[in-house]
């Protein structure tokens, strides 16, 4: 059904996304956000360079291994990457179904699918000049910057290494007295960007942009204006994998997530969350398809159990809530009411050896009486287990 694990999908990347291990509570299996995905930081400027200092950010969306059922369930929030803003810009110079099988491509979004094919080893700067010339002296500027390069009409401009008080430091190409052009951007904490500027922030307009974090993370795709925003694929440390769309430094649009253990989410995304029309699936075989919101099951779904039973109805903070219809693989189902992820209130019951579903009222899972025979009383134990209360774990934004 194309969402199965696909390790290194281009590149040689590990695939997967962050932290995957799923929280497990009272049945509900959680494969929610990771508590910190990478910490997005871009280069950024201002009136007097780029290379400021980032503000860090977490965004909320990875796919998480479970590998407990949720309640009742034979298998059912972060940090996602966005390039966070500056706190403290850069200076710039004066001036200026049912079974999963392998991955298919076919049915992902076509700008998905041209992220999978970016290759995380590209160099940006390949087969470009960004070194000043050997006759140029170093130059210390009234803003504590230190200048090595090239000058017209006392400006920066051409090629230059420009090393900032706080250890920023810029090799590559300026214009008119700002970073314009390709060069690569370094922090002291090894850090780095590595690609096109415009007007002193990292924007790309014909190749790819890369960021490569401390933890040696990376990121490569499309920026605009110091943020990740377009097409671009991002591979933690750990392994994971994001290929898609990003806005504002966001995971926006359509993509694609998948944990170290296997566990993949495709659909959609709103600001870093799981949110609009997406499937994921568990190693063990369970599947979701269907609505979500803020990074949970929510709305109308279908979910695969690994046993063969299947739900389809509403859904409520990933849980079974709502109508809905649980059907086993023997043919008996369950169709009515649900609440946290037990049968509640009105709904049929139909057992494999009947033609004929019964009504009857329930109550947290328990059958309380026969409609059809109001004077006969059951106490009978559960015949439907806590429903799909899993929370899917967020993808995690960096901030760049």
């Known amino acids: 059904m194309g969402c199965t694990s696909s390790k290194a ?49 977490a965004d909320k969306t990875h796919p998480h291994e479970s590998s407990e059922k949720p309640e009742g369930h034979d298998g059912a929030k972060d940090g996602d990457s966005s390039a966070s803003s500056s706190s403290s810009s850069a ?27 970016i290759d995380m080893e590209e160099d940006p700067l390949e087969g470009i000049d960004i070194d000043p010339p050997d006759y140029c002296e170093p130059v210390m500027m009234k803003n ?26 810029y090799v590559g190409q300026f214009f008119d007295g700002m970073i314009q052009g390709f060069g690569r951007l370094e922090r002291p904490d090894g850090s780095k960007y590595e690609g096109e500027f415009v007007d002193g922030k990292a924007s790309t307009t014909i190749k790819n942009g890369k960021y490569t974090f401390a933890d040696k993370s990376v990121y490569v795709g499309q920026w605009l204006g110091d943020k990740r925003h377009g097409i671009g694929r991002e591979v933690t440390a750990d392994g994971s994998v994001y290929e898609g769309e990003y806005r504002n430094g966001s995971k926006h649009g359509h993509g694609r997530m998948e944990s170290p253990s296997g566990d993949v989410y495709e659909g959609e995304f709103v600001k870093g969350d799981m949110n609009g029309h997406g499937r994921y699936c568990w190693p063990d075989g369970r599947v979701y ?7 949970r099951m929510h709305g109308h779904g279908v979910f695969f159990f690994v046993d063969g039973r299947k739900y389809e109805g509403e859904f409520k903070d990933s849980k079974m809530e709502g109508e ?9 189902s369950y169709e009515g009411g649900f609440k946290a992820g037990l049968p509640n209130g009105k709904g049929f019951h139909k057992s494999a050896s009947s033609s004929e579903p019964r009504l009857a009222l329930w109550n947290q899972g ?5 409609l059809d025979q109001d004077d006969l009383l059951h106490k009978d134990h559960l015949i439907l287990e806590r429903g799909p209360s899993s929370t899917p774990k967020q993808p995690v934004n960096k901030p760049m």
């Open 366 to 370: 328990v059958r309380v009486k026969w």
């Open 9 to 57: 999908a281009g590149g040689g990347a590990a695939a997967a996304d962050k932290k995957s291990a799923s929280n497990v509570k009272n049945g509900e299996t959680d494969p929610s956000s990771s508590a910190d995905d990478k910490k997005d930081v871009v280069p950024t400027n201002s009136k007097e360079g780029a290379g400021g200092k980032q503000e860090e950010s």
């Open 324 to 332: 809905g219809k649980l059907t086993w693989p023997d043919g008996s």
């Open 91 to 117: 200076q710039q110079p004066s001036g200026g179904e049912e079974a999963v099988s392998g991955r298919d491509d076919s049915r992902l979004h076509e700008n998905v699918r041209k992220a999978s094919h």
């Open 289 to 295: 398809e269907g609505e979500w919101s803020m990074s």
């Open 144 to 169: 504590g910057v230190v200048y090595l390069g090239e000058w017209r009409n006392g400006k920066q401009h051409g090629k230059g290494k420009q090393t900032q008080s706080d250890g920023v430091v």
